[in-house]
C-alpha cells in the first residue's frame, strides 16, 4: 500500500501550480482524473495536467454506496469547467454495474446505481456517461444484450436528457468470456436498440480492441479496423476513445492497460489515430496507470507530441526521457 507521502507525490495538486496556461492541440485530450478532495477538484488537476477535456468516477468505482453530491460542488464544477474551456467532461460508471445480470437482485442494484449515475452526471454538466455493457454469464448472448437495453431503458425513464447534449456511451470490451461489446457488432447492436430510449453513442478504447483481436499496430491492420468501425458502428458515432497502450498481446483478451509508447500497441497506432481526420471530432482521454509521480503528466504530455498542429513545445515531444516535460 502506497505511504501517504507517496500518494501525495502522485497528485498534480501537491505540486506548484503553473505560471501560465498550459499549451494545447487541435484534438481534445484529457486523461481519468483524481476527485480526491471533492468531485470539483478534477478540473484544477485535469487543467494543470494540461487537458481540454477529462474523465472522472462520479462515486466510488467499487462500492455501491453512493457519493453524494452537494448543490454548491456541482456549481463549482460548471464554473472551472468553464473557466478553463474543459469539454467533454466524461463519468465512467462504476465497475460493479452489471445491466446483464441474470440474477435477480444484483440486476436490480446494478439498475438503481446506473440511475444514480444518470442524476450525478446530469447535475454536474458531463457531456458523456461511459457504459461497459456488463457479463452475460447464465445467459445466451442475445438474451445478455436484450437485458442489458432493457435495464438502461428502466434506468434511465423519466429523467430529462433532452436538449442538454448528454449521452450514454456504450465502451468495447476487451474480450472476456460473458462480456458484452467485445465485437464492434455487438456494440452496434445494443446502440440500435437503445437509440429510442435514451441519447447515446460509442467510446472505444484501444487496449480492448487490441487485445480483443482487431489489429491496429500495423498500418494495414489499421486502416482495415477503421473501415470496419465504420461499417458497423459508424465513426460518427464513436465520440470518445480512450488511448490506452496493452500490456497484453494482440488478442490475448488481457484488459491491462499500459503507459502511452509503453506497451504492445506503441506509439504510431496513438499518432495514426490522433491525426487521422475520421476521429477529429472526438475525445481522446487515457485511462493509464501512475506508477510514479509524474506518470499522468507524462502520458497527457506523449499523446498531446503526436498531435501534428505544431502547437506542441519541446519539452513534450520526448514525454517518456530523462529530463523532458516533466
Not at 115 to 142: I, N, T
Request: with cysteine.
Amino acid at each position: 500500500m502506497a505511504t501517504k507521502w507517496e500518494q501525495e507525490a502522485k497528485d498534480i495538486l501537491k505540486r506548484p501550480a503553473p505560471e501560465k496556461p498550459p499549451k494545447l492541440t487541435a484534438r481534445r485530450i484529457g486523461i481519468h482524473t483524481s476527485t480526491s478532495g471533492g468531485v470539483e477538484t478534477s478540473v484544477e488537476r485535469a487543467y494543470r495536467l494540461g487537458c481540454n477535456t477529462f474523465q472522472i468516477f462520479s462515486s466510488s468505482p467499487r462500492m455501491w454506496k453512493p457519493y453524494q453530491l452537494g448543490v454548491a460542488q456541482c456549481e463549482e464544477m460548471k464554473r472551472l469547467k468553464a473557466q478553463y474551456e474543459i469539454s467533454p467532461m466524461l463519468i465512467h460508471t462504476s465497475y460493479l454495474v452489471n445491466l446483464a445480470s441474470a440474477t435477480a437482485e444484483f440486476l436490480e442494484k446494478s439498475i438503481q446505481a446506473f440511475r444514480a449515475e444518470v442524476e450525478r452526471a446530469l447535475a454536474l454538466g458531463a457531456q458523456y456517461l461511459v457504459l461497459h455493457p456488463g457479463s452475460h454469464r447464465g445467459l445466451s448472448r442475445q438474451e445478455g444484450l436484450t437485458r442489458a437495453a432493457v435495464s438502461i431503458a428502466r434506468a434511465t425513464q423519466g429523467l430529462d436528457m433532452a436538449g442538454c447534449g448528454f449521452k450514454v456511451l456504450i465502451e468495447n470490451a476487451a474480450g472476456a468470456e460473458y462480456s458484452l461489446g467485445s465485437s464492434f457488432e455487438q456494440v452496434a447492436e445494443l446502440l440500435e436498440r437503445l437509440r429510442p430510449v435514451v441519447p447515446v453513442a460509442a467510446c472505444i478504447d484501444t487496449c480492448h480492441t487490441h487485445v480483443a483481436g482487431y489489429d491496429i499496430v500495423s498500418s494495414e491492420g489499421y486502416e482495415h479496423t477503421m473501415k470496419y468501425l465504420d461499417n458497423t458502428i459508424g465513426m460518427k458515432n464513436i465520440l470518445v476513445w480512450h488511448c490506452n497502450d496493452a500490456k497484453g498481446a494482440l488478442g490475448s483478451k488481457l484488459d491491462r492497460h499500459q503507459h502511452i509508447g509503453q506497451g504492445n500497441i506503441g506509439l504510431e497506432p496513438f499518432r495514426r489515430l490522433l491525426n487521422d481526420w475520421r476521429t477529429a471530432h472526438a475525445a481522446f482521454i487515457a485511462e493509464t496507470p501512475i506508477d510514479e509521480p509524474g506518470d499522468d503528466q507524462r502520458n497527457v504530455d506523449a499523446l498531446k507530441a503526436l498531435v501534428h498542429d505544431g502547437k506542441i513545445e519541446e519539452q513534450c515531444v520526448r514525454a517518456w526521457t530523462p529530463g523532458g516535460a516533466l
